[in-house]
């Protein structure tokens, strides 16, 4: 199936959305502050230039969009209908560049977590997101997830 707007059109739409401080990010950013925690934002020396990074507990958190990062299972995750093979190469390469840099943040000794965009969308866990981070974060767990409870498994 052809796209259903004009290339012009289809280039104005994708230069608006945001790599960077987007609604998601922030959120987390605000939690995480409250919670009493100091960090550093988009380290680009780090391999996939985390959102944000605990550097004296050597923590990355990744915010990622369920669309852009094809958040297995979830139902904000959905494929377009139109130009299918050019999405579905798309987002298969940006899972596998989030899994080559969470795997090179792991060998480098550093531990991961990934708090997905549907969380920040789900009124129950917003209001709890910083003291679940908190909460892994001294768990001490070398990889970890916050996700809507409906959409995927945290």
Known sequence: MADIVTPEKR??????????DTKPEMLVRRALFAEGFRFRL?????PGGPDIVLPGRKVAIFVHGCFWH????????KLPSSNTNFWRN???????????????????????????ECATRDKSVVLSIGALVHRWVDDGAPVGEIAMRDSAAP
């Open 11 to 20: 280039s104005r739409m994708m230069a608006g959305i945001l790599g960077k």
């Open 42 to 46: 988009h380290r680009s020396d780090l």
């Open 70 to 77: 094809h958040h297995a299972g979830c139902r904000f995750a």
């Open 90 to 116: 798309k987002l298969d390469g940006n899972v596998e560049r989030d899994r080559r840099a969470a795997e090179a943040l792991r060998s480098a000794g550093w531990r991961v977590l990934t708090v997905w």
